[in-house]
């Protein structure tokens, strides 16, 4: 679950950026490359707490996009349900 996310997110963002919310969610030095240290803290972490936290940033994200006009707010509908759709598939 947590792969698909931020493989989702990479495509979206592209790879550094969610490298980046993935080290900043896991505690450790966001420098986006995905080295021992962040798949330490990763396979450390809860999953659903690592995701949320993940998702988080993702949305914060889009809202900034659209708060300095670089995205049209017709989308954020879309890009709102993206997000959530990985929450709802979260693994209880």
Partial sequence: WLREIVFDAGVLFGPPRASRWLQEAAGVTADGIV?????????????????????????????????????????????????????LSMPV
């Fill in 35 to 87: 080295g021992p240290a962040t798949l330490r803290a990763v396979n450390a972490a809860d999953p659903r707490q690592l995701g949320v936290k993940f998702i988080t940033s993702w949305l914060r994200r889009h809202g900034e996009r659209v708060q300095t006009g670089k995205s049209s707010h017709k989308f954020i509908g879309g890009w709102i349900n993206r997000a959530t759709s990985h929450l």
